[in-house]
Antibody, heavy 117, light 111 residues
């Protein structure tokens, strides 16, 4: 059974850097074709792609956020880490990580991040 | 503004069928067979319902079906049930991004 869980701060100040960790089980990120992605959802708004990392360390980023995002993986720890710099109140959202093989087929529960001074 | 256009809301009565559209361009929906649909209940994480236009993951009822014609993809739910009331999002691969793009979401109300 595949499971994923997001962790990180619930509150960050403007200009700070956000670091989120996705800890997963039930699959290996060294298996061909597998990826883990990050998606966020501001309150009452639509889903938005952030980043995706594949088993071969291929990394994909949202064009509009690319300069602020870094995605990495630690296969031995079964973790994927997303960092987002220069946080702003508009970045307040629920952040999800999800497993990708055919579509984003298993999602974590999400973690809510509020950006406020 | 979302790159894929969905109706803000649709509604139907139990037992009826409804269809949610997802309109893009030849650079996304029309150009690739990588359209997915997600169901999201309030306060919950999204759930994959359809991938690669018309494929259902294991465990998704066959009342849910997907199709595509030109630049528009569609999700059809037949035999509508109360538990189908949720938000639905489409997503597609796009040549303008190596990640893909989501639609703005459609709120389904079961009357």
């Amino acid at each position: 059974q595949i499971t994923l869980k997001e962790s990180g701060p619930t509150l960050v100040k403007p200009t700070q850097t956000l670091t989120l960790t996705c800890t997963f089980s039930g699959f290996s990120l060294s298996t061909s074709g597998v990826g883990v992605g990050w998606i966020r959802q501001p309150p009452g708004k639509a889903l938005e792609w952030l980043a995706l990392i594949y088993w071969d360390d291929d990394k994909r980023y949202s064009p509009s956020l690319k300069s602020r995002l870094t995605i990495t993986k630690d296969t031995s720890k079964n973790q994927v880490v997303l960092t987002m710099t220069n946080m702003d109140p508009v970045d307040t959202a629920t952040y999800y990580c999800a497993h990708r093989l055919a579509g984003m087929d298993v999602w974590g529960q999400g973690t809510t991040v509020t950006v406020s001074s | 503004q979302s790159a894929l256009t969905q109706p803000a809301s649709v509604s139907g009565s139990p037992g009826q069928s409804i269809t949610i559209s997802c309109t893009g361009t030849s650079s996304d929906v029309g150009g690739y067979n990588y359209v997915s649909w997600y169901q999201q209940h309030p306060g919950k994480a999204p759930k994959l319902m359809i991938y690669e236009v018309s494929n259902r993951p294991s465990g998704v009822p066959d009342r849910f079906s997907g199709s595509k014609s030109g630049n528009t993809a569609s999700l059809t739910i037949s035999g509508l049930q109360a538990e189908d009331e949720a938000d639905y999002y489409c997503s597609s691969y796009t040549s303008s991004s190596t990640l893909g793009v989501f639609g703005g979401g459609t709120k389904l109300t079961v009357l």
